[in-house]
């Protein structure tokens, strides 16, 4: 099974609207990451959390290792937040294992 | 601001064909990397490659060989083309070792025929 669990799969929000992306993980692990995938493709490194609180702008992520979880919280949400949202979680030279995503859709 | 970069964009090819993707990062980097996004959008793990160690995943198919002049570069060579192999493929890299962000390049889309 997906050692690295993303919900919800996706997400449909107006402007304005404060959302909150969880991420959780079957193994153990050294760290994870959090991405965000424009439409056409390349990834955006959001977060590197290990572990507690991070922001950044309108995001924050929230990383409870020894619960193997994470959280992405998107506040006043905007059409540019649109498209996809990747976490992964790290362990080594092995490299990252990534989850399906959530896909989030923000409308006017 | 890009500083992974993969070259080409797109390719597209027929079935048996040879092709080679190039990366190259100038972040500095010890360890490279490359992934494979297949169309249901999984990521997936190929190739961790630094200049002391070489990690392939196992379900890599033995056509696919990673191929570095220096730490700057990881190039993908596909010796023999698949449909199964369209896909994005993506490169990355970091300084490796535990607990390290993964930079990563805009991907190469690869379409075989």
């Known amino acids: 099974g997906q050692q690295v669990q993303q919900s919800p799969a996706s997400l449909v929000l107006q402007e304005g609207e404060n959302a909150e992306l969880q991420c959780n993980f079957s193994?153990?692990?050294?760290?994870m990451q959090w991405f965000y995938q424009r439409p056409g493709g390349s990834l955006v490194s959001l977060f590197y959390?290990?572990?507690g609180t991070k922001q950044s702008g309108r995001l924050t992520s929230t990383t409870v290792i020894k619960e193997r979880r994470s959280s992405l919280h998107i506040s006043s949400s905007q059409t540019t937040d649109s498209g996809t949202y990747l976490c992964a979680m790290e362990r080594g030279a092995q490299g990252l294992t990534f989850g399906l995503g959530t896909r989030v859709s923000v409308f006017p | 601001e890009t500083a992974v970069f993969q070259t080409p964009n797109y390719h597209v090819t027929q079935v048996g064909n040879e092709v080679s993707f190039n990366c190259k990062q100038t972040l500095g980097h010890d360890t490279m990397y490359w992934y494979k996004q297949d169309s249901k959008k999984l990521l997936k793990i190929m190739f961790s490659?630094?200049?002391?160690?070489?990690?392939v995943n196992e379900t890599v198919p033995r056509r696919f060989s990673p191929q570095s002049s220096d730490k700057a570069h990881l190039n993908l060579r596909i010796k023999s083309v698949e449909p199964e192999d369209s896909a994005v493929y993506l490169c990355a890299s970091s300084f490796g070792g535990d607990q390290d962000t993964q930079y990563f390049g805009p991907g190469t889309r690869l379409l075989v025929l």
């Open positions: 959390n290990p572990s």
């Open positions: 193994t153990s692990l050294n760290s």
């Open positions: 490659y630094n200049n002391k160690q070489l990690i």
